[in-house]
Structure formats: structure tokens, C-alpha cells
């Protein structure tokens, strides 16, 4: 039985009527760029996460380096970034004059600790990238408390939740990304910033429109960087879906520890309650597992095999620097299948797939 490495269509299709209603409307309506679906979104997804403020951009990337400026982060300044994550988190910081300085994550959470983050401060440091890899919810209480502002890149952890709070409710700003394979997905790009600082929402607003708030005066040199309304209006038919899905995600992570993975592979280890975006495991032969699954028909992705740190684009940021559970996380992960409606049977095949390939643990 093939088992597809993530499902976005069988999560939607039921709500393909009502999606198919609302853009008939936005269209026989005519406001295309910040009108009534943008404004309505922004207030339902900051209250979903539990933030004072969203504003909508144009995707998860802009999202970053408009919460970055907004945050005041700009030339002469540094920003930490944890290397082991998708190359758009640390791309975004240069973008605003600002230099990436790359940090290490724990292998077994895939995420930043306050350690890792402590050992990259500088009297330079301005803000600390936290991404919330795969879903998990990274410790952002312990690094504020090391005296730096944090910007949560949820890109990845929509749905997630720990006991502070939901990811885009716990540092100063945080960003998401609506990709159309994210936990909550467009059907394009898009993208949110969510703060509870008046005074970051009100910047990132003129930010997203030419740095204006009335497109006559222009106070900054800005972006054009806006939620459209027609991907509003599919996010806003999908969001009050999102707790379920993000349920279906944990059932799929509690499937395959039932079915036995866990004797097989390292599982990921969960932070805070993870609506798991991707499901990655890590393995010594990861390579050859992939080959395994692959010829079973199970999908399978390493993501982050060269981590950021080592691309070409960054060779200027990242002076010889050891990161050694990021060289271990990108050696040995490997995504799984993961998606809201991942069963039991489906969990049993992978692991049986898994087994198969008798490549030890
Ligand atoms: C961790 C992370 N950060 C940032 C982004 C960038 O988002 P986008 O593709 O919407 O620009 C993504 C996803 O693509 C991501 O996974």
C-alpha cells in the first residue's frame, strides 16, 4: 500500500463547496488587495493563536524580514538564526542590512535551545530567529530570559500548542507561512505576522504597503507584501478546520509510536503538544532507509541534508563555524509520512516497510 509523504487534498475536499462559494463572492465583490477578507482573517487568526495582532503579507519569507525591521533589526546589526531549518529563515535577515549568525539546535528536538542561542549572542545580537521546526514549540520563555528579543518563525508549527501558549503568542512577533503544504494552507503563497506590540503591528503595516498608511505620504521605503483576498478567503474557510487537523497530526505521531517505530528509528522528540508538519526521524543509514521506503512506495524527503549555514549564498556569515547537532540532524533525518488524516494502517505499513529493511537502529 503506497503511503503519500504528506495528503493536502483529502483534508480539503470536503470543504470545496464552501471555498468555491466564497471566492464566487470575493470575485462578484471586486476587492481583490485589503479589503473586508484580509481585515476579517487577521482578526480570526489572531485570536486563534492568541495574539493582540496579525497582519497578513505575502509570504512566510516576507513575513520575517518585516517583523525583523519592524523590530528595529537593521545594518550593523546581528540576528541568530539556527542553521538546521528551511533556508528562507535565515535568508530574510540580510534582506533587512542585517547579518544571520547561525546557532546550533538539539538533534533530538531539532530545535534551538537556550544554550545553543546563549553561545551566539554578541553585544551585536539584536533579535534571535526561534523557528518551531517541524511543529515543535522551541523554548522561547528560557532564551527572552537571556535579555534578547525573539521573533518565532511558525512557518512550520500552525496548530501546535505548549503551555505558555500557542506558537505566534510567545515572542515579541512570530511569522507564519500559508504555502499551500503548511498546516494551514493557501492556495498560493501567503503569509502572517502575529505580535502582541502595537507599535511592531503598526510599523509592519505600513511595511506590507510602500512603508505608507494612506498611499499619499510614504515615511519608509517599504514593501509590497499584502495577503491578497482571495487567499484570505480560503484561509478563512479552512481555519476553524485547523484544531481538528492539528488533532489528526498528533494522532498520526501517536500511530507510529503505537505501531513500533520507536524500536526501529529515533522518533522526534516533542516539545509542548506539536501539530507535526513534517514527521522526521533520524537514523544512521538515512539514505538507505530512504531507498527502502521509496521502492515500498512510502514517501520520504530529506529536507535539510546541507544545512543553511553551509549553502553558497551564506558563505560570507558563516566563518568556520562547528555546529554539531546540526551536522548530526542533517546527516541522519528523514521525513515520513505526516498529514491530518495519516490512520493506523497507514502507520502500520511504514513501520512494517521500516522493519523490512532490517537496517538495524
Ligand atoms: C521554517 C520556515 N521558514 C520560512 C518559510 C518561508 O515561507 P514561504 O515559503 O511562505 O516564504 C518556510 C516555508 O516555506 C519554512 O518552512
Known sequence: MPVPLFDTSTPIAPLRGAIDAKLAEVIDGSRFILGPEVS??????AAYVGAEHAIGVANGTDAITLALRAMGV?????VV????TFYASAEAIPLTGARPVFCDVDPETFCVTAETVKAALTPRTKAVIVVHLFGNVAPVAEIEALGVPVLEDAAQAAGSRSPEGRPGSLGTAATFSFFPSKNLGAFGDGGAITTRDG?????VRMLRFHGSRDKQTFELI???SRL????AAILRVQLPHLEQWADGRRQGGANYEAAGLG???DLPRALGEPAWHLYVIRHDRADDLAEALKAAGIGQKAYYRVPTHEQPAMRDYAPAVELPGTAEAARTHLAIPMSPVLSREQADEVVSVVRDAGLGH
Open 228 to 231: 491578497d483576498e482571495l487567499q
Open 222 to 224: 517599504g514593501h509590497n
Open 81 to 84: 538564526v539556527p542553521s538546521f
Open 263 to 265: 524500536e526501529l528509528v
Open 40 to 45: 476579517a482573517f487577521e482578526s480570526e487568526f
Open 74 to 78: 537593521g545594518p550593523g546589526d546581528e
Open 199 to 203: 507599535e511592531v503591528a503598526e510599523r
